[in-house]
């Protein structure tokens, strides 16, 4: 069963287990791809604008948007995801 989309914060996703590696399956911290995600704007020379981030199955599927405020186009935003 699928528990439905929603908004949700850092500090709920950091806390979900993650979930037991099998086989065929391998899974990361959502706090390695937080930290791999952060480390990486700002080691490319982007300014952090907004993070968000919503889940859903209880916290074990998770995704975040990171927003940039200093591109050079001023009609548009850059905006990081996974």
């Not at 979930?19 to 990486?40: A, E, F, G, M, N």
């Not at 982007?46 to 940039?68: D, Q």
């Amino acid at each position: 069963m699928r528990i439905a989309d929603y908004k949700s914060t850092k500090e709920y996703i950091l806390a979900t287990e993650v979930p037991t590696r099998t086989r065929t399956y391998k899974p990361i911290s959502h706090q390695q791809l937080i930290d791999l995600t952060l480390d990486s704007i700002q080691k490319s020379g982007f300014t952090l604008e907004k993070e968000l981030y919503s889940s859903y199955n209880h916290g074990n599927m998770a995704n975040g948007r990171y927003t940039i405020s200093n591109v050079a186009d001023s009609e548009m935003q850059l905006q990081i995801g996974w």
